[in-house]
């Protein structure tokens, strides 16, 4: 088996109706749900933050969702509050068929350090131990699908391909947020990176 379906982020804070709702996230459940029925390996990853995540625009006094902050590993958007452990926002979408995962990997759990990425926390060194996993089952090529394709997808995929991983994402697959440009440019770093983008 060298093949795994990498579903990012598909939970409902991040669909219409959620705290950081992407537009038309919701719409990519059915599709997805048909790759992972035929995928190899499939595995979840779930954005999952403690209550006063340094992530949260409301853990920054004088600060607004969606401003950027300066933080020890870097700059960092900050957001509303989101996908916090074990809330119903942090619950995968009701329609994605989650039965069919391998591993599920949550990431974002360390106070002081967001992930967008599923290999690594944002100060780009953290592993979250993913990588490990797809080695020892010898994965050695991904398609990444879910949200958001500018932010956790992009991450995502940017850490795969420099980890020697073959890349493919399903921007058909994918939604984005799209603030200040962002898509734009995930899309042309990826593309840069040789990422195939389907
Ligand atoms: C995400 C912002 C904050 C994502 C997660 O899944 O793309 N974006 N946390
Ligand atoms: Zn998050």
């Given at each position: 088996?060298?093949?795994?379906?990498?579903?990012?982020?598909?939970?409902?804070?991040?669909?219409p109706?959620?705290?950081?709702?992407?537009?038309?996230?919701?719409?990519?459940?059915?599709?997805?749900?048909?790759?992972?029925?035929?995928?190899?390996?499939?595995?979840?990853?779930?954005?999952?933050?403690?209550?006063?995540?340094?992530?949260?625009?409301?853990?920054?006094?004088?600060?607004?969702?969606?401003e950027?902050?300066?933080?020890?590993?870097?700059?960092?958007?900050?957001?509303?509050?989101?996908?916090?452990?074990?809330?119903?926002?942090?619950?995968?979408?009701?329609?994605?068929?989650?039965?069919?995962?391998?591993?599920?990997?949550?990431?974002?759990?360390?106070?002081?350090?967001?992930?967008?990425?599923?290999?690594?926390?944002?100060?780009?060194?953290?592993?979250?131990?993913?990588?490990?996993?797809?080695?020892?089952?010898?994965?050695?090529?991904?398609?990444?699908?879910?949200?958001?394709?500018?932010?956790?997808?992009?991450?995502?995929?940017?850490?795969?391909?420099?980890?020697?991983?073959?890349?493919?994402?399903?921007?058909?697959?994918?939604?984005?947020i799209?603030?200040?440009?962002?898509?734009d440019a995930?899309?042309?770093?990826?593309?840069?990176?040789?990422?195939?983008?389907?």
């Open positions: 088996m060298t093949h795994a379906l990498l579903v990012i982020d598909v939970q409902n804070d991040f669909c109706g959620g705290a950081l709702a992407v537009p038309d996230g919701d719409s990519i459940v059915p599709g997805i749900n048909s790759l992972m029925a035929d995928a190899p390996a499939v595995i979840l990853t779930q954005d999952w933050h403690p209550a006063g995540h340094s992530s949260f625009a409301s853990a920054h006094p004088g600060k607004s969702p969606m950027l902050t300066e933080m020890p590993y870097g700059p960092q958007v900050l957001w509303p509050d989101h996908c916090i452990q074990g809330s119903p926002g942090a619950a995968f979408h009701s329609d994605l068929h989650i039965d069919r995962a391998d591993l599920i990997i949550r990431k974002g759990f360390n106070p002081a350090i967001d992930s967008y990425s599923a290999f690594f926390e944002n100060d780009r060194t953290t592993p979250t131990g993913l990588e490990g996993y797809l080695r020892t089952r010898g994965i050695e090529t991904l398609t990444l699908v879910g949200l958001a394709t500018d932010f956790c997808v992009n991450y995502s995929a940017l850490d795969a391909a420099r980890l020697g991983f073959q890349v493919t994402v399903r921007t058909d697959l994918c939604r984005a799209d603030f200040d440009g962002s898509l995930a899309l042309d770093g990826m593309r840069n990176s040789g990422i195939t983008l389907a």
